[in-house]
Nanobody, 118 residues
Framework: QVHLVESGGGLVQAGGSLRLSCAAS????????MGWYRQAPGNERELVAV????????HHADSVKGRFTISRDNAQNTVYLQMNSLKPEDTAVYYC???????????WGQGTQVTVSS
């Protein structure tokens, strides 16, 4: 059974930092590209950042570029999202995603709330 468990969310003031973690089990972690997505109330889920299976390539959404950094530790089956210079508009539920193209599999975590106060 596959589990993706996010942690590290919480309430922080604007300008502050948080580090999200997503621990994976039930999959061969190093076979999967990993991503962080977020969904604010009334909005669609949007991509925040992705990292390839080996960790050599990353992509960050323009809205977080220069402030957020995705990384992974394949030995620990964990992906991270370091979030600096947080803004109120970063408030959302943040979800971890594991995806593999062949065979096609995609798994989601349950989400962790991030709230940034002004």
């Amino acid at each position: 059974q596959v589990h993706l468990v996010e942690s590290g969310g919480g309430l922080v003031q604007a300008g502050g930092s948080l580090r999200l973690s997503c621990a994976a089990s039930g999959i061969i972690f190093s076979f999967y590209d990993m991503g962080w997505y977020r969904q604010a109330p009334g909005n669609e889920r949007e991509l925040v950042a992705v990292i390839t299976s080996g960790g050599s390539n990353t992509h960050h959404a323009d809205s977080v570029k220069g402030r957020f950094t995705i990384s992974r530790d394949n030995a620990q089956n964990t992906v991270y999202l370091q979030m600096n210079s947080l803004k109120p508009e970063d408030t959302a539920v943040y979800y971890c995603n594991a995806v593999r193209s062949w065979p096609a599999h995609s798994y989601w975590g349950q989400g962790t709330q991030v709230t940034v106060s002004s």
